[in-house]
């Protein structure tokens, strides 16, 4: 069996998505397994660390065992061992970087979302398009085992026609006063902050890969935590929104709900759930576990009381959603994918037109929430198809 090495660039190798979603779940185990199968093939990821923090970058190469690390981007871009470019970097500095991975002749691949802007992505794939270079963009959500259970209840028609759904997601994020705070400080600050920007691109992809295509929204967000202290003990004003509440309407009439807060205690079967509910059932989904509901199992309530509790057990009548035969890392699924786009032309699973799409998605809810009415989510053009 052959074996080939192909150079990867990963910038933002010291932040928590790159150093352990990236690196530790999925690089370095395909680097530990001798390579991605290609046919007869293997191919061999050679990682260069990319950092601001000399320090910070060395001892994140240290454990895992790569000996290739630099702070200077531009000498990583100028060097030709390497075909393909990763960011999973700040989101504001993401548009800069990748221009310069384009215009340097590298493969992308990054983190969502590609861009602040649907316009500033659309760019950066004319860009990449214009030079013949492959790209890609992190789409891993919908590869969690509870939402693969759940897609595959509604491929099987299981659940009947769909007839409503509801996204619940977040937690409490601390202000930094009395327990510091769990997210960055950028993640609240305009330029690439706010939960809209960060968290629904993954909520479009969630739901039109189970649900069906979005065709309008109805969107509502705010700031529940007004100030913050940050990483230097420094106190700010929070410039973006930190809550969100959307209406979606699904294309053949089905609506459903989103919400989204850092600014919630959770109390849920988990810190992301969607319900979907069908003529024939409904399930639940978190990120490991989905229960489901049949017309059978469902209980015929016709009343509650408002002088007593009744005592109905609502989480009786629900099953364990079918295992799935087996289960790999979604970020390791994402780079699988991306490598084989790459080293042997197969299609794309996620390519920038993909990317454009999950910013569109939150471009439309911002708007939306504006211009406080319906907001149209037409299909991809033929441009970014």
């Excluded at 800069?96 to 992505?121: D, R």
């Excluded at 479009?204 to 109805?218: L, Q």
């Excluded at 935590?225 to 699904?250: F, H, K, N």
């Excluded at 920038?352 to 799409?357: D, K, T």
């Amino acid at each position: 069996m052959a074996s080939q090495t192909i150079g990867i660039i990963v910038n933002g190798a010291t932040g928590r998505i790159g150093s352990t979603q990236h690196l530790a779940n999925a690089l370095i185990p395909i680097i530990e397994e001798g390579g991605l199968a290609l046919g007869k093939d293997r191919l061999l990821p050679r990682l260069l660390l990319v950092g601001r923090d000399a320090d910070r970058v060395a001892a994140v190469a240290r454990r895992h065992k790569l000996a290739d690390w630099t702070t200077d981007l531009d000498a990583a871009l100028a060097d030709p061992a390497y075909a393909i470019f990763f960011d999973a970097a700040a989101t504001q500095q993401r548009v800069a970087v990748l221009e310069k991975a384009i215009a340097a002749g590298k493969h992308v691949y990054c983190e969502k979302p590609v861009a602040s802007t649907g316009a500033q992505a659309l760019t950066l794939l004319r860009q990449a398009q214009s030079r013949g270079l492959k790209h890609g963009v992190v789409e891993d959500k919908i590869y969690l085992p509870g939402l693969q259970k759940l897609a595959a209840l509604t491929r099987s028609g299981q659940l009947g026609r769909i007839i409503g759904f509801r996204l619940d997601f977040g937690w409490w994020v601390f202000d930094g006063s009395e327990q510091p705070c769990q997210r960055p400080s950028w993640n609240y600050r305009a330029g690439g902050g706010g939960i809209i920007l960060d968290m629904y691109p993954h909520w479009r992809y969630v739901i039109e890969s189970i649900i069906g295509r979005i065709v309008a929204v109805a969107s509502s967000a705010w700031t529940a935590t007004p100030e913050r202290i940050d990483e230097r003990g420094q106190r700010y004003r929070v410039a973006v929104e930190d809550s969100a509440a959307t209406l979606v309407e699904i294309e053949g009439g089905v609506f459903g709900s989103v919400g989204s807060s850092w600014a919630t205690r959770v109390r849920r079967d988990d810190l992301l759930t969607l319900q979907v509910d069908g003529t024939k059932g409904s399930a639940v989904a978190g990120l490991h576990r989905c229960q489901v509901q049949s017309s059978a199992q469902t209980p015929a309530i016709a009343h509650f009381s408002v002088m007593q509790d009744i005592g109905a057990d609502y989480r009786e009548g629900w099953t364990q959603a079918p295992p799935l035969s087996c289960y790999r890392n979604p970020y390791r699924v994402g780079w699988e994918a991306f490598l084989r786009h790459v080293a042997a032309g197969e299609p794309p699973a996620c390519d920038f037109a993909a990317g454009i799409r999950d910013i569109a998605f939150a471009e439309a809810c911002n708007r939306s929430m504006q211009e406080r009415r319906w907001v149209a989510f037409p299909p991809p053009t033929e441009s970014t198809a």
